[in-house]
């Protein structure tokens, strides 16, 4: 395996005594007295190269240090037949292991110095590692290295990559999410959150007293049970009371001063009046009969009719001759000031479905 590693630039030009100084990444004149200083040492002439078409401003603090601008390949014959490689760069450090070149490594911490003394551990190599020009007067770093140690350590680990990679490949497949799979995830989280987002401003809201800007039916009927006084309130089904209106919202309901619990009663027709917290008419039709209230609030005319969907499937609140119920499903609910008779809010909310929609007329 030496022989092979030797052996490795034969298609290359033959051996060239000289210095190869890799300064890949952030030239310093530090560096650059690095590279004089083996240059004197050895007595030998140097070859740097730096990052690709690198400007002359990016080598200045090199000096006037030899720095061809090389291809590739050319780097690659470079390394092959150098005496010594000296490099600030992880991958030239790499590259002189594989080759079996001496070299000395400068660790470059704006680009992980960390990866640099792990990777010279494993192979016992730490004494070829320096931080600065202080360092390269240190004993026994320009010896010749013993990459039979070297090599061996590195066909260990090239086994335990290599088995790592057949368990891997061989190892049963996860269904794995694809690019449109974690981008609906994510767009679903973000519809949670903006709902989550809706129903806090609207609670929000709603408990600031803003009526017609809660859509949420619990909150609602709160609302309405703290801001009775002074209200004519007014409660119509069409339809049906709704399979999904539950015994904690029929009891919150009943804070609003009705009587009758709407919980379970399906297909019924139902009227309601509460005019400045009092209960001035309340009805539940029975089967399929419509309920009709015609009465006053003040000197306002009231109209209210309540109508199942086998006969009529009608909502109407009339004030004045104006009809402001929204005429949806479930329970419509029309508030207005008492004394002016002013809207203040009209709503539906559809407690046929457990999700109590809310409806206005601009939607």
């Given at each position: 395996?030496?022989?092979?590693?030797?052996?490795?630039?034969?298609?290359?030009?033959?051996?060239?005594?000289?210095?190869?100084?890799?300064?890949?990444?952030?030239?310093?004149?530090?560096?650059?007295?690095?590279?004089?200083?083996?240059?004197?040492?050895?007595?030998?002439?140097?070859?740097?190269?730096?990052?690709?078409?690198?400007?002359?401003?990016?080598?200045?603090?090199?000096?006037d240090?030899?720095?061809?601008?090389?291809?590739?390949?050319?780097?690659?014959?470079?390394?092959?037949?150098?005496?010594l490689?000296?490099?600030?760069?992880?991958?030239?450090?790499?590259?002189?292991?594989?080759?079996?070149?001496?070299f000395?490594?400068?660790?470059?911490?704006?680009?992980?110095?960390?990866?640099?003394?792990?990777?010279?551990?494993?192979?016992?190599?730490?004494?070829?590692?320096?931080?600065?020009?202080?360092?390269?007067?240190?004993?026994?770093?320009?010896?010749?290295?013993?990459?039979?140690?070297?090599?061996?350590?590195?066909?260990?680990?090239?086994?335990?990559?290599?088995?790592?990679?057949?368990?891997?490949?061989?190892?049963?497949?996860?269904?794995?999410?694809?690019?449109?799979?974690?981008?609906?995830?994510?767009?679903?989280?973000?519809?949670?959150?903006?709902?989550?987002?809706?129903?806090?401003?609207?609670?929000?809201m709603?408990?600031?007293?803003?009526?017609?800007?809660?859509?949420?039916?619990?909150?609602?009927?709160?609302?309405?049970?703290?801001?009775?006084?002074?209200k004519?309130?007014?409660?119509?089904?069409?339809?049906?009371?709704?399979?999904?209106?539950n015994?904690?919202?029929?009891?919150?309901?009943?804070?609003?001063?009705?009587?009758?619990?709407?919980?379970?009663?399906?297909?019924?027709?139902?009227?309601?009046?509460?005019?400045?917290?009092?209960?001035?008419?309340?009805?539940?039709?029975?089967?399929?009969?419509?309920?009709?209230?015609?009465?006053?609030?003040g000197?306002?005319?009231?109209?209210?009719?309540?109508?199942?969907?086998?006969?009529?499937?009608?909502?109407?609140?009339?004030?004045?001759?104006?009809?402001?119920?929204?005429?949806r499903?479930?329970?419509?609910?029309?508030?207005?000031?008492?004394?002016?008779?002013?809207?203040?809010?009209?709503?539906?909310?559809?407690?046929?479905?457990?999700?109590?929609?809310?409806?206005r007329?601009?939607e």
């Open positions: 395996k030496m022989h092979q590693r030797a052996d490795f630039g034969a298609n290359f030009r033959g051996s060239c005594n000289c210095i190869i100084l890799d300064t890949a990444t952030d030239p310093s004149a530090e560096k650059g007295n690095i590279f004089r200083y083996a240059m004197n040492k050895l007595g030998m002439p140097c070859e740097i190269f730096s990052e690709y078409n690198c400007s002359k401003k990016y080598v200045a603090p090199l000096g240090l030899n720095i061809p601008e090389l291809k590739t390949e050319e780097r690659l014959q470079t390394i092959i037949n150098c005496d490689f000296i490099t600030d760069s992880f991958h030239g450090t790499c590259f002189s292991i594989i080759m079996g070149k001496p000395i490594s400068i660790i470059n911490k704006a680009r992980g110095a960390d990866r640099f003394r792990t990777l010279l551990k494993t192979f016992h190599l730490e004494n070829r590692l320096i931080e600065s020009e202080r360092d390269i007067n240190r004993p026994g770093l320009f010896d010749p290295i013993d990459y039979s140690e070297v090599y061996s350590i590195l066909d260990s680990e090239r086994g335990k990559c290599l088995k790592w990679l057949s368990d891997a490949i061989k190892a049963p497949k996860e269904a794995l999410f694809s690019d449109y799979d974690i981008m609906r995830k994510l767009i679903d989280k973000q519809k949670e959150e903006i709902s989550q987002l809706k129903l806090l401003v609207t609670y929000l709603g408990r600031s007293g803003f009526l017609a800007y809660t859509t949420e039916l619990s909150t609602y009927i709160d609302l309405l049970a703290k801001q009775k006084k002074g004519l309130i007014v409660i119509s089904v069409k339809d049906t009371p709704g399979l999904q209106l015994s904690e919202i029929a009891d919150q309901l009943m804070q609003i001063g009705i009587k009758t619990n709407l919980s379970k009663k399906h297909s019924r027709s139902y009227v309601a009046v509460i005019d400045n917290e009092k209960v001035v008419f309340e009805k539940l039709g029975e089967a399929l009969n419509s309920v009709i209230y015609q009465g006053k609030s000197d306002h005319e009231l109209h209210v009719e309540s109508m199942v969907y086998k006969n009529g499937n009608l909502s109407v609140i009339r004030l004045d001759g104006t009809d402001y119920s929204v005429n499903r479930g329970l419509n609910i029309a508030v207005f000031d008492s004394e002016q008779g002013t809207l203040i809010d009209s709503v539906a909310f559809d407690t046929h479905v457990a999700s109590f929609d809310c409806y007329d601009d």
